[in-house]
């Protein structure tokens, strides 16, 4: 958004800066009065894209037009989101002109009716996207394009290395760096801050950059970011990895592979992922970050992400062939995805399970735990720092001597200070109806009640569940207890979990 | 929009009702106060999709959230397209509460994953759309899963069908009902408004409703509204066909298959067509408006929409299949697309053409008036008025004499007073650079100068285009004539045409 670029020939008389103080989230809108001599030259009108120059930062915004009353006739009116890209302050000048034409949405035209993309036509896709040339609806027009079975493995490889070229890039001096990845689906599957400080533990090198959600009730990210911060720079990651050998940083904060963040923009309130996506995404952040050998985890079951062994056995042939094309070993591991990985579901909820395994604790969630030892185990081997076959032994060492704690404690000191997670002000159980024994649990639905419950946004908020596959309940025993932030929320997630039939199956 | 229905169990206290004057085209937004007790309660924030009551009347919009020096706390901003929806005045009492979920929303999901639309898949989604329960992101989405080859024939039946039943449909006393059709790409080629004219003049019912442009300069209703009011009401309509036998009005404004016209708002800015959508697009328009006999004209050219023989074969096929499976008898006509028709290009200058070829005027350009009685002749044949083969000799009969000049002044006079089109404010010729033969006109950068020019929007603007093929040209002379009504637009035009070496191909 901020690089330099001679002003356009048409570029009229400035105008006067405005912060309006207006939240309109992730996209710039900017407001003109009715009749201004601007739009009049310009032709513009409400909706228009419109691009604004304060000296050689620039932005293009989408237009509102205002009545004389709320705005001067001088002025150009700036929504937080168009300010934070400008800066500056009221009564500096702007110009306002046409915005070029995004010249690559024609290789995503292409695309729909049948082309394939091109390296070419990628990276000007890409580098438009970063820049901030394409409207939500391009981006949404381009997400589906891609979706489905539609990316052939040259595009991805294309995709990929465009994605990489982006953004910043990352070199550490090491032969080995490592890293972990789940695809996600798998609603409270949060061994990455149980999988980070044990092989860092351990000596290796693991630079992880998590996602935020895209289209569960937490990413990564989101639950780490309840216990320290992760909205670091890239000197500060740097400097804690080098430090603790691993860290768990927001990977948008750090600007490797940045059209992905703006892309799971749009992604996530359409509620698409998709193969080819999926692979661009996950291994451009992991290249991106500087890593050489990485753990993919494919969960699979009935409402997981994954469906099949099927599917992830041809999920997983893409990742590793298209990491091989950038240089990258991919393993990939097949796991149980048919229910809930521990208790909680939600940024909070699921912090106080990894710290529960961290710290031994009594009646911590051994699902969980086990889950992480095996991918801890996997990493180690990946990285050489065990034998085939004793990776898992050495991650349980060092889980149960301390020693993962202690690395998480210093990481999280190391980013920044460790924090308490909080707790949600309301909460309401969902109890079973009849006895029985638990024989299907539904993760979308009840990542569903995580969501409307105000999960991640509300990082307190989700759902801690207390009937796995197999538990045998009783009539009016909790099944699930709703934590929410607002009354609101609470009575919608409640009103949609006591709809759902099918959310968690009983049977006599 | 204004549907009645209870209100949901969650929806809190009243906001009071203040309308900004904030214009946002056509999507509503709402703007409430940072910290606002409704916004805490239901956990709002900006970009919130929420749904917005006053009495039985709803609008869905998007949140904007403002600082508290722009609104009062107990306050609802709406701007204009909100205003619009909801009706009402300051002081005026509103609920504000989550939207219902957008079920249908799943089948979209399913048809980009590869699975076809059902009969009941497309019914929810276009009632969802015409509710305007859709995101302009998920309306990009939809669009795009359709374009490319991707609906097949029972789909297509399907979205028609479906289009149809969504809003109102005439039924007229007659038992043959025509109306013609152009699926466009072609520049200037407003054959409507001599068709409908003549045809009427021959006593056959063609109750004409046109689109306003898509991805072009200019639509019939664009084109037309420089004449006479296109913006008719469904009762009016009737009228002026129980009148006059034809009318040439805007499909938007009487309320025939407005999912269709949701899903332009979208399609236009996307440039998207594709077959499937244009078919239920074109056939729900003619079926809603109670035609059962329909010519579809398909010019084919290197620049225009259809681009080869085969494509247009292949499009009519479809065009004729799903409107037998839905009752409409329909001919296609494969046309010269290779240039533009007539000389102008935009709404009031493809108005000035049409007038001198209804006027019989000398230098009427010739081009269009052929086109125009073939058409003619066709529908004439088509709707029995005529035999076999002497379809044309009629229309041209009817044309010399006057009748269909008449009969065009009858029909404006009836929508509401013939008018003079506008002229625009400023005016730039482009040039040979070389002597010789024009031998290529590229349509799409010529629609895309007039575009620039301000065309549709404005509707004086737009091309006058002065080098058919064949013309011998000598350096100097005009080839175009931009005309805009705004400085900045002929600059904008005039600056795309220069830089466009294949606009116009000139050869020694």
């Known amino acids: ?46 909706k228009s894209r419109v691009e604004v120059w304060r000296g050689g930062r620039r932005v293009v915004a989408t237009l509102h037009v205002m009545e004389p009353s709320l705005i001067g006739l001088h002025e150009v009116g700036l929504s937080e989101a168009a300010w ?22 024609s290789a995503v035209r292409a695309k729909i009716f049948g082309s394939p993309l091109t390296p070419e036509g990628v990276a000007g ?19 589906t394009a891609c979706s489905g079975a539609r990316l052939d493995l040259a595009e991805m490889v294309a995709l990929t290395g465009a994605m990489i070229d982006a953004g910043q890039r990352l070199r550490w001096n090491a032969d080995i760096v490592v890293d972990k990845h789940c695809v996600g689906g798998l609603p409270g599957n949060r061994t990455t801050l149980l999988v980070v400080p044990i092989v860092a533990a351990c000596g290796l090198l693991i630079p992880k950059t998590s996602s935020r959600a ?36 927001w990977g948008g904060a750090v600007n490797l592979s940045p059209a992905d963040d703006l892309l799971i923009r749009v992604e996530r309130p359409l509620d698409l992922d998709s193969d080819g996506l999926l692979v661009a995404s996950v291994l451009s952040k992991k290249i991106a970050a500087g890593s050489n050998r990485v753990l993919i985890d494919l969960p ?12 992830a056995a041809a999920l997983g042939a893409k990742l590793v062939t298209v990491g091989a094309a950038l240089g990258l070993a991919v393993r990939t591991i097949v796991t149980d995805g048919s229910q809930p990985v521990g ?5 909070a909820l699921e912090a106080f399970d990894v710290l529960a395994v961290l710290q031994n604790a ?37 889980l149960d001597n301390g020693s993962a704690w202690r690395k998480f404690e210093a990481i999280c000191e190391a980013q920044g200070g460790m924090r308490v997670p909080p707790r949600a002000r309301h909460t309401h159980d969902i109890c079973a109806r009849q006895s029985g024994r638990v024989v299907a649990v539904d993760n979308r639905r009840l990542a569903g009640v995580a969501k409307l419950a105000g999960a991640p946004k509300s990082p307190a908020a989700g759902v801690a569940f207390h009937a796995p596959l197999g538990t045998e309940v009783a009539p ?12 609101g929320e609470l009575a919608h997630a409640r009103a949609y979990a006591e709809a759902q039939a099918q959310l968690i199956s009983i049977q006599d």
Do not use: W
């Not at 302050?89 to 070029?100: C, E, F, K, Y």
């Not at 896709?125 to 027009?141: K, N, Q, S």
């Not at 208790?343 to 940024?347: K, L």
């Not at 009016?476 to 009354?487: F, M």
């Open 1 to 46: 958004m901020t690089r330099q670029a001679p002003l356009p020939a048409t570029a009229f008389a400035p105008l006067t800066l405005r912060r309006l103080g207006i939240d309109t989230r992730d996209e710039p809108v900017v407001y003109m009065r009715r009749g201004c001599h601007v739009c009049k030259f310009e032709g513009f009108e409400a």
């Open 362 to 398: 009594p009646g911590a969630p051994d699902d969980l735990r086990q889950r992480a030892l095996t991918l801890a185990g996997a990493v180690l081997e990946l990285g050489g720092r065990a034998a085939p076959g004793a990776g898992r032994m050495l991650a349980q060492q060092v």
């Open 214 to 249: 895209i289209t569960s009730p937490a990413g990564s990210a989101d639950t780490m970011e309840t216990l320290a911060p992760v909205r670091l720079d890239l000197a500060t990651m740097r400097r804690v990895v080098e430090r603790e050998s691993g860290c768990i940083v």
């Open 84 to 105: 934070r890209a400008l800066g500056g302050a009221d009564g500096d000048q702007l110009r306002v002109a046409h915005p070029a034409p995004t010249r690559s949405f």
């Open 125 to 143: 896709i890409v580098g438009d996207i970063v820049a901030g040339r394409y409207r939500d609806i391009e981006l949404a027009a381009l997400i």
């Open 476 to 487: 009016g025993q909790s099944l699930l207890t709703i934590h929410a932030d607002s009354p």
């Open 343 to 347: 208790r909680g579901i939600g940024p």
């Open 300 to 311: 699979v079951g009935d409402s997981a992400k994954i469906r099949s062994p099927e599917a």
